[in-house]
């Protein structure tokens, strides 16, 4: 049974960087058939999938263009994990943070529990 | 990016009825088409992928059909744990965009 943890701060500075972290159990995070995935929700812009990283014999990332200029995702293959990082954060930036595996073609089948970060001073 | 539109926005139904939900793309995206079940404060969870496919573990109960452009969750017989609010997100060009939520509630 895949399962996926999330960690990090809740609260977040504007302009400061949001770092979030997933663990995962049940399967690796360099698997060649898995993607791993962040996504995110809010009230005023419902779901939106941020960007994923990925291993087919090398590493690969794809990132949401409305972020892509601040997004960093990484895997740390030494924890089985992998990690978010938002730059240049605004309030704007206010959601319930998700991690989650993509199994095949974009199809999340398992999701971390959620983070909620609030971007505020 | 591909636009998801879900209708309705709202629904109101009784245990034992059986309800649709639809979603259109704004372009054609073949079966590349998932489901997802949010209750408060839970993570999405993944109920019918490729347009019609049935998640492992997920009730016979729930069906998905369609393609191209035009997709439906049917509900068959609605149980109380039903209730929730149902998203659906296209697979087949990234950004992976979902729709922007049908909740059912109870009549």
């Known amino acids: 049974q895949v399962q996926l943890q999330q960690s990090g701060p809740g609260l977040v500075k504007p302009s400061q960087t949001l770092s979030l972290t997933c663990d995962i159990s049940?399967?690796?995070?360099?698997?060649?058939?898995?993607?791993w995935n962040w996504i995110r929700q809010s009230p005023s812009r419902g779901l939106e999938w941020l960007g994923r990283t990925y291993y087919r014999s090398k590493w690969y990332n794809d990132y949401a263009e409305f972020v892509k200029s601040r997004i960093t995702i990484n895997p740390d293959t030494s924890k089985n994990q992998f990690s978010l990082q938002l730059n240049s954060v605004t309030p704007e930036d206010t959601a319930v943070y998700y991690c989650a595996r993509d199994i095949a073609v974009a199809t999340f089948d398992y999701w971390g529990q959620g983070t909620l970060v609030t971007v505020s001073s | 990016d591909i636009q998801m539109t879900q209708s309705p926005s709202s629904l109101s139904a009784s245990v034992g009825d059986e309800v649709s939900f639809t979603c259109r793309a704004s372009q054609s995206i073949a079966s590349y088409l998932n489901w997802y079940q949010q209750k408060p404060g839970k993570a999405p969870k993944l109920l019918i992928y490729?347009?019609?496919s049935l998640q492992g573990g997920v009730p016979s109960r729930f069906s998905g059909s369609g393609s191209g452009t035009d997709f439906t969750l049917t509900i068959f017989s609605l149980q109380p744990g039903d209730f929730a609010t149902y998203y659906c997100q296209q697979s087949y060009s990234a950004p992976h965009t979902f729709g922007q939520g049908t909740k059912l509630e109870i009549k």
């Open positions: 490729a347009a019609s």
């Open positions: 049940g399967d690796s995070v360099s698997s060649n058939s898995a993607a």
